[in-house]
């Protein structure tokens, strides 16, 4: 019998920020899926979903890492390259809102070095392996605002247009070798980052009702997608930004 294209037994994958949030939901999804499991994070932040993906059967190992410090991606990488590591996905980011006027160069340097330079640099890590092998998959979290401008949220902003960038220009130099890199843009998610817009009745209210879907997406959305990406099903899909939001562009 053919096993399922989307099925990642014996695979390993390496999923950073998995504590909360679509992290978590896409480290469940691939466990579900089949893949053993590394879980790359903030100390003590991996705890429940390492608890969940151990429930699962699944093997899983916690390695501690801040994305915004250049010698522990390096370390970290090392060790993780010395694996064979089969898919990674970069869903580690963070957000800080502030009018465009007000932001400093601190604000602006914490959010580019998580989200566009560690991402980069933890992707030149493990990319090196699967280049050589000729096999692999990157699947980095990107956003709605890899297309648009947004409001109040212009070094999350730049850094997501970026991830976009990498996707394209890793997959164009990759992707003759073997490897395919993908991102996916999540539409307006029930998580922690979107909390102040859902606690605010009039910004909620506008947003749902641009989404044809008519409600917040969830882990689970992104899940899916996250699983196909990392599969062979999607091994001719390079260097695509597949949106997962309800229809919000469709607007």
């Known amino acids: 019998m053919t096993s399922s294209p989307f099925d990642l037994s014996g695979k390993r994958a390496v999923v950073t920020g998995a504590g909360r949030g679509l992290g978590q939901g ?3 999804g ?16 991996q705890t429940a979903t390492e608890t969940l993906v151990r429930d699962l059967g699944r093997d899983v190992e916690v390695v501690e890492l801040d994305l915004a410090d250049r010698d522990a991606i390096s370390t970290v990488g090392a060790h993780l390259a010395a694996r064979e590591v089969d898919i990674l996905v970069n869903n580690a980011g963070i957000i800080d809102r502030h009018d ?5 160069e601190d604000s602006w340097d914490a959010v580019l070095d998580v989200n566009l330079s560690g991402l980069f640099f933890l992707t030149q890590h493990l990319g090196r392996p699967m280049v050589a092998r000729g096999h692999g998959k990157v699947v980095s979290i990107a956003s709605l605002l890899s297309f648009q401008g947004g ?8 850094s997501k247009h970026g991830v976009a960038g990498i996707t394209k220009a890793l997959a164009n130099e990759w992707g003759p070798r073997g490897v395919q890199v993908n991102a996916i843009a999540p539409g307006y998610m029930a998580t922690d980052n979107t909390r102040p817009l859902r606690d605010d009745p009039d910004r909620a209210r506008s947003i749902l009702e641009r989404i044809p879907a008519g409600r917040w997406g969830t882990s689970q959305d992104v899940a899916g997608a996250a699983v196909f990406l ?21 607007r």
Do not use: E, F, I, K
Not at 33 to 40: P, Q, R, W, Y
């Open 230 to 250: 990392s599969s062979s099903a999607a091994d001719y899909v390079n260097g695509h930004v597949l949106v997962v939001d309800g229809g919000w562009m469709a």
């Open 30 to 45: 691939l466990a579900q899926a089949g893949a053993d499991l590394v879980l790359v994070g903030r100390p003590d932040s």
């Open 151 to 158: 409001v109040r949220v212009v070094s999350y902003t730049a």
């Open 26 to 28: 896409v480290a469940l």
């Open 100 to 104: 465009a006027v007000d932001v400093t």
